[in-house]
């Protein structure tokens, strides 16, 4: 279990990056939901004892994870969003080479770890493969493998998916799901899909703060029957009630259509929409 609580930081030049931060963390695929400078990287970097807060705590189990950075170490396993790689290297050396510094002393059980982890991530079959080679994917599978070496407690993974096509993200997320069993695994991104996907947990932050914490289909019952959704013509959308909250507009076939959301139908030819989680996170940044 991890827990943080009211952690705050302000960088030099004056940008409130964290505002008192309260998250409670179970093990499992937790997902941290933001736009862009939400303070995400923020967040993981100093869960993963790269930076300093300025105030506030973060206990992992028994390990006081802004104070003991050592002993967070041990147990972590970190996938940056830069993740930057040897191209002229291939994955087997590299991984073995890693698992060396994180103290796996032992040959053979450090052989036995590198291979387990590259058949975990389908990169066997490519070991003796320059990384330089390697397409967006295989190198955040790669990444994969090397965030897991030693098994840790907490996984922390910024961003992963970002930049991958579609079938590369599917197979990254199924990856993820697979070892989010037993550790404490933080999954941050801007894409909604990601999180319903593949989260039991999750919270959406933005500027600094924890706008809602919960479980994808706990949020999504708050929103039950207030959903709406119309065709329509953009000077329609600014004659709306005080009560409807336009969610998003989105292009459909060349024409335009709303998400709105409201207690009761908030004008004719509104239809009841199913809510889903791009509804919650727009109905919570627009709150
Ligand atoms: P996210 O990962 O959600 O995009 P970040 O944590 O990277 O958000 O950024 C949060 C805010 O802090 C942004 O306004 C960003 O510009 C700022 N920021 C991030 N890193 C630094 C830094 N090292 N120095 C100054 N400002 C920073």
């Not at 959704?229 to 969610?247: C, F, P, T």
């Amino acid at each position: 279990m991890l827990t943080i609580k009211n952690l705050s930081k302000t960088y030099a030049n004056g940008v409130h990056a964290l505002r008192g931060i309260d998250l409670t963390v179970s093990p499992g695929l937790f997902g941290l939901l933001g736009p862009n400078g939400a303070g995400k990287s923020s967040l993981m970097r100093t869960l993963a004892t790269l930076q300093a807060a300025d105030t506030g705590s973060v206990q992992l189990d028994d390990i006081d994870v802004l104070n003991d950075k050592d002993a967070v170490r041990r147990v972590l396993g970190y996938l940056p969003q830069d993740f930057g790689l040897y191209p002229r290297v291939d994955p087997e050396t590299l991984l073995d080479h890693l698992a060396d510094l994180k103290g796996i002393d032992n040959p053979r059980e450090r052989a036995e770890s590198v291979e387990r982890l590259l058949r975990l991530t389908n990169l066997w079959d490519v070991r003796k493969q320059k990384l330089g080679t390697f397409s967006g994917g295989m190198r955040q599978r790669f990444g994969i493998a090397q965030a897991l070496l030693g098994n840790p407690r907490l996984i922390i993974v910024d961003e992963p998916t970002t930049g991958l096509d579609p079938e590369e993200r599917r197979r990254f997320l199924n990856l993820l799901a697979r070892i989010g069993e037993q550790a404490v695994v933080i999954l941050s991104t801007h894409l909604v899909a990601d999180v319903r996907e593949l989260c039991s947990s999750m919270a959406m932050i933005n500027r600094g703060q924890v706008l809602v914490q919960g479980s994808p289909n706990g949020l999504l019952s708050k929103l039950e029957g207030r959903v709406w959704r119309k065709q329509v013509d953009a000077d329609e959308l600014e004659a709306l009630g005080d009560d409807a909250l336009v969610l998003s507009t989105h292009l459909n076939a060349g024409r335009t259509v709303a998400r709105v959301e409201s207690p009761v139908c908030p004008g004719p030819g509104f239809l009841p929409a199913e809510p889903n989680l791009e509804d919650v996170y727009f109905s919570t940044l627009k709150h």
